[in-house]
T-cell receptor
C-alpha cells in the first residue's frame, strides 16, 4: 500500500491564483481530513469527509473547497490564494479500530505552499 | 485557553537520558494520540490511547482519564529520537476521526 499520498510537495502561487492540492489513499478508509500547520500553532482542521459524497467544514474552512467523489480521493481547492494561506498542508485518513470509537490516523507527507 | 496543552515546548537531552513529555487536555475525549514529526517530514502516529498504558520499543505512553493527562516517555534516548512530538485528542462526540492538536514539543537529543 502507498498509504496517503499528496501532490505536489512544494508549490508557489501568486495572490489571486487558484490551485488544487491532491490527496489520495489506497487503504479504503472512510474518513479523510485536511489540516494546515503554521509555526507556533497546532495543526488545524480545514475540511473533513466521513465518506464519498459527504464533506463538512472544520475550524478554518474559509478560502478552501473540497469534494469527495470517490473513497480514495479528497482534493483541496484554493479558490483565490492569499498570503495568509502560506502554510504546510497535511491530508489524513482514518478508520475505526475494533468497531468502537477509536480512529487510527494516517497522514500524508504534506504540501508546503507559499503564496506571494 | 488551548484545549490541548503540552509541556515543555522545547527539550534538549543527552543521549541515554530518560525523557518525559506531558499533555493535558480540557475536553472529554474518546482517544488520545501521540504523533512524531521529523524536521521537514511527515507525521507518524506513535500511539492511540483510551486508557492505561502502551509500550512500543523504547517508547511508553500513559493516560490518566480522571486527571485528563497523558505522558510520553522515551527510555535510553538517541539522537534519532530528535523530532517534534505532538499530542492530539479525539473529542468525545465530536466529528468522527478528527483531532484537536497540541502545539508540539521539540526534542533534541545530543550525542
Amino acid at each position: 500500500n502507498a498509504g496517503v499520498t499528496q501532490t505536489p510537495k512544494f508549490q508557489v502561487l501568486k495572490t489571486g491564483q487558484s490551485m488544487t492540492l491532491q490527496c489520495a489513499q489506497d487503504m479504503n478508509h472512510e474518513y479523510m481530513s485536511w489540516y494546515r500547520q503554521d509555526p507556533g500553532m497546532g495543526l488545524r482542521l480545514i475540511h473533513y469527509s466521513v465518506g464519498a459524497g459527504i464533506t463538512d467544514q472544520g475550524e478554518v474552512p474559509n478560502g478552501y473547497n473540497v469534494s469527495r467523489s470517490t473513497t480514495e480521493d479528497f482534493p483541496l481547492r484554493l479558490l483565490s490564494a492569499a498570503p495568509s494561506q502560506t502554510s504546510v498542508y497535511f491530508c489524513a485518513s482514518s478508520y475505526v479500530v475494533g468497531g468502537g470509537s477509536l480512529y487510527e490516523q494516517y497522514f500524508g507527507p504534506g504540501t508546503r505552499l507559499t503564496v506571494t | 485557553k488551548n484545549e490541548v496543552e503540552q509541556s515543555p515546548q522545547n527539550l534538549t537531552a543527552q543521549e541515554g537520558e530518560f525523557i518525559t513529555i506531558n499533555c493535558s487536555y480540557s475536553v472529554g475525549i474518546s482517544a488520545l494520540h501521540w504523533l512524531q514529526q521529523h524536521p521537514g517530514g511527515g507525521i507518524v502516529s506513535l500511539f492511540m490511547l483510551s486508557s492505561g498504558k502502551k509500550k512500543h520499543g523504547r517508547l511508553i505512553a500513559t493516560i490518566n482519564i480522571q486527571e485528563k493527562h497523558s505522558s510520553l516517555h522515551i527510555t535510553a534516548s538517541h539522537p534519532r529520537d530528535s523530532a517534534v512530538y505532538i499530542c492530539a485528542v479525539s473529542r468525545h462526540g465530536g466529528s468522527q476521526g478528527n483531532l484537536i492538536f497540541g502545539k508540539g514539543t521539540k526534542l533534541s537529543v545530543k550525542p
